[in-house]
């Protein structure tokens, strides 16, 4: 049984759908005005393994995740730039394709932009206005927040307390400090469409509940996003979709994950200790950074710093090995046969108790860490039973068993580090096994000296081999 924290309840609770076998799920995506920092990344991967992980279980997915293609950030570093907001948009949607494809991300059922649901967002606003819960000052419209008793349910913060330290801003027309924008007025040389309160544009929070309910339908069961949207974000969120719509819950569970710090002190641009998602990938392997990012448990903070990308590299390293020694034994087995052994049974037995073991800690909401922990055991256990495996078919369940759960993490084991990389290394291993083949035949025909120098040749390519009573393997050194 499948079990989530859901930060509305602040509780684990038993994880049901609200249709059957349909899970409808909307994680809040990037603000495309910039490189998305690599805590985003770790919010992209996080979801990522979850929507995954639904799949896995059986339920179809429907997943939204939305662009932020307007909004103050947008319009500022627009400006600087001396681009349109529009251009600006493209160029950092085109960016979060590449990260996107670079951590194997599976693609969104939506992409939705804010941009385009405008006329859906006024749709809202009035209804809010309508409602009671939102007025209008010079073009702005606000929600009223005092007049929505039910503000604080997600953060919890009691509405009294709310206003502690809030002031209204020169230049802000809202009656209550608590009050935050739906609409907002045209300034001089920002991008602005038609509404029924003049021109403007929407506040940030209004396109996630409009795009929520426009592509899932209201109420839907995942909302995720990171733990800093909760509040004023998604708060927001509930307050207009409630307001509006009249479904007083518009999501059954909130999913939020921890933050990501850097050599374990908060990132901060300001004071440069920053690093974006294209910075990471450029220096490090894309999968390793994709398995460093669900290493650790997504409600807990995970810190960024060299040690744990390197430590990612290693584990990816050994449970890749754990992958070739087993394509290895199986090209073996298929050239000389085999009988199904007592290692075969063990095998069997291990295969049965890493999908058991998995499966327990990802039901425990989606406890990475628990279920890495058991592909791990069972690595082990495939490098010390694959030399006295009979059976080919055990061994290819095995490596298939392996693949499925390493993918849910995002990492597909049948695919080399990298694009450009993946020939060669495939030339790479014809290469060795024409030599090791020649090297066969000349032991054969007992010609020692030409056996010994291609061995000795290879060795001084770092490449050493290992006579085994199954033939020759290699690796590199
Ligand atoms: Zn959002």
């Known amino acids: 049984m499948l079990q989530v924290y859901n930060t509305l309840t602040r509780k684990k609770e038993e994880f049901k759908p609200i249709e059957k ?21 770790r919010s992209f991967a996080v979801f990522d393994t979850i929507r995954r992980y639904l799949e896995y279980k059986g339920y179809r997915v429907t997943y939204i995740t939305n662009f932020t293609d307007i ?26 394709y590449i990260i996107a494809s670079e951590l194997n991300l599976k693609p969104a059922t939506v992409n939705p932009r804010a941009t385009e649901h405008i006329d859906d967002i006024i749709d809202m606003v009035s209804k809010i206005i309508e409602n009671g819960h939102g007025y209008v000052v010079d073009g702005d419209v606000y929600f009223d927040v005092p007049s929505w008793s039910n503000y604080g349910v997600l953060s ?29 007025a045209e300034k001089p040389g920002e991008p602005s469409w038609d509404s029924p309160w003049g021109k403007g544009r929407p506040g940030w929070h209004a396109e996630c509940s409009v795009m929520g309910k426009y592509y899932l339908g209201i109420p839907f069961d995942i909302h995720g996003g990171g733990q800093d949207l909760i509040f004023p974000h998604h708060e927001n969120e509930i307050a207009q979709s409630a307001a509006a719509y009249g479904e007083k819950t518009p999501v059954k569970y909130w999913l939020h994950n921890g933050f990501l710090t850097i050599n374990t002190e908060k990132m901060s641009k300001s004071e440069g200790n ?33 040690k744990a990308l390197k430590q990612a590299i290693q584990s990816l390293e050994r449970i890749k090995n754990a992958a070739d020694t087993i394509r290895g034994k199986i090209s073996i087995l298929e050239k000389k046969g085999g009988r199904r052994t007592k290692a075969d049974d063990k095998l ?11 499966e327990r800690e990802m039901d425990d909401d989606f406890n990475t860490p628990g279920a890495i922990a058991e592909i791990f055991t069972f690595v082990r256990d495939i490098n010390s039973l694959t030399p006295d495996i009979g059976n080919a078919a055990v061994l290819r369940e095995a490596l298939s068993t392996l693949s499925e759960l390493m993918s849910i993490l995002g990492i597909n084991l049948e695919k080399a580090e990298d694009e450009a990389g993946g ?16 090297r066969e035949n000349a032991r054969k025909s007992k010609d020692y000296a030409a056996a010994d120098m291609i061995r000795d040749r290879l060795k001084e390519l770092s490449i050493s081999v290992a006579d085994t009573k199954d033939g020759p393997t290699w690796k590199i050194e």
């Open 423 to 438: 020939k060669s290394v495939e030339v790479l291993k014809g290469v060795v096994g024409l030599l090791l083949e020649v």
């Open 71 to 96: 909004d103050d950030k947008m319009i500022n570093r627009a400006n600087e730039e001396g681009i349109s907001v529009a251009d600006l948009a493209a160029r950092f949607i085109a960016e979060y």
């Open 348 to 358: 069997s037995e291990a295969i049965k108790k890493v999908r058991e073991g998995f």
């Open 21 to 41: 076998n349909h899970v409808r799920m909307y994680v809040c995506g990037p603000t495309v005005y910039d490189y998305p920092h690599i805590g985003n990344a």
């Open 156 to 184: 919890k913060i009691p509405l009294d307390e709310l206003s502690a330290g809030l002031r209204v801003n020169v230049g802000e027309k809202k009656k209550d400090p608590r009050d935050f924008a739906l609409w907002k």
């Open 274 to 306: 920053f690093f974006t998602a294209r910075e990471v990938l450029d220096n490090y392997d894309h999968q390793a950074v994709r398995f460093y990012l669900v290493s650790g448990q997504y409600r807990q903070p995970l810190d960024y710093n060299d």
